[in-house]
């Protein structure tokens, strides 16, 4: 079955530290895939998404994400973290042929930022 | 974010209540979703609508009925809950359902939440 790996429970990282945040898919064919990023009380909003073409994805806030079929991640990261950027991480994979619904989440990676 | 909104966003309800949980989207969408948040748990799809229509009910308990009176609106009627359904309880919206779409490139789009506990 489709699944979405998100390895790193908890980060915490100092501001202006760079950030890689890791996530690994299982997914037959080619995967569309999405980090999004949830704040405290809020919901999930898109950071960038991967379809198609080029493997290094560009995002909002600073953010991109490199797509590596060889090792079926698809990392985020920043180069600077801010303390804004305090927050869940979640990377999904859209499932849309299989019976798993629209979109499988891994269980996320909260990011703590230290001044 | 005020694509999706969602009301109230924080509700208390005994196991015999009957509430119900809104979302509403103005984005122009086709489809809307709902979403289980549990604690240390993947998110979960709940159910799927696609131009008013159930397209995805995810063996979801019957205690939990949704309605989708037009492409804009989605509830979420709640009745004989149990404690293990607290949860943040989240709506999204895209164009259209991504599967009937062939794969389409749809992006989800979130509401805030509503923030569930069952005593």
């Known amino acids: 079955a489709q699944s979405v790996t998100q390895p790193d429970i908890h980060i915490t990282v100092s501001e202006g530290a760079s950030l890689e945040l890791r996530c690994n898919y299982s997914?037959?064919?080619?995967?569309?895939l999405f980090w999004y990023v949830q704040s405290p009380g809020q919901g999930l909003q898109l950071l960038l998404k991967?379809?198609?073409?080029?493997?290094l994805v560009q995002g909002i806030k600073g953010f991109e994400a490199e797509f590596k079929r060889s090792q079926s991640s698809f990392n985020l990261r920043k180069p600077s973290v801010h303390w804004s950027d305090a927050a869940e991480y979640f990377c999904?994979?859209?499932?849309?042929?299989?019976?798993?619904?629209?979109?499988?989440f891994g269980k996320g990676t909260k990011l703590s930022v230290k001044p | 974010e005020t694509g999706v909104t969602q009301t109230p966003r924080h509700l208390v309800m005994g196991m015999t209540n009957k509430k119900s949980l809104k979302c509403e989207q103005h984005?122009?969408?086709?489809?809307m979703y709902w979403y289980k948040q549990s604690a240390k748990k993947p998110l979960e799809l709940m159910f799927v609508?696609?131009?008013?229509?159930?397209?995805e009910n995810n063996s979801v308990p019957s205690r939990f009925s949704p309605e989708c009176p037009n492409s804009s609106h989605l509830f979420l009627h709640l009745h004989t809950l149990q404690p293990e359904d607290s949860a943040l309880y989240l709506c999204?919206?895209?164009?259209?359902?991504?599967?009937?779409?062939?794969?389409?490139?749809?992006?989800?789009?979130f509401g805030p939440g509503t923030r569930l506990t069952v005593l």
């Open positions: 997914y037959g064919a080619t995967p569309y």
């Open positions: 991967y379809f198609s073409g080029d493997t």
């Open positions: 609508y696609n131009f008013k229509e159930q397209t």
């Open positions: 984005l122009g969408h086709n489809a």
């Open positions: 999904a994979v859209g499932d849309y042929g299989g019976s798993q619904g629209n979109l499988i």
């Open positions: 999204a919206s895209s164009r259209q359902d991504g599967r009937l779409a062939g794969g389409s490139t749809d992006t989800q789009y």
